[in-house]
């Protein structure tokens, strides 16, 4: 890239990341109540987000094959089990992260 293209460049995602930033607090202001469909949607995207987390990692499971998925099943179950105990979200991800990694390069 050139000079003009990587400043360009960089403007543009210092642009984005304020427009996305800032937009919210000028289209909802403060003496407004925050419409019901913004609401429902951050009552129902973090779970859909996590749904398609789970969906796009065990997408290219091969249970016919090596390990037939168990680590990632065993890991699946351990995020599964330490959210319904802790109900911490990072606490999960960290632990069937870690499980996994071990699974894979001290196990299968």
Known sequence: MTLPQQILTIAMVVLGTMLTRFLPFLIFSPGRSTPRYIRYLGKVLPAAVFGMLVLYCLRNVNLLGGSHG?????????????????????????????CYMLLVQLVF
Not at 75 to 81: D, E, K
């Open 70 to 98: 168990l680590p990632e099943f065993i890991s699946l179950a351990l995020v599964t089990g330490l959210h319904l105990w802790k109900h911490q979200m990072l606490l999960s991800i960290a632990g069937g992260t870690v």
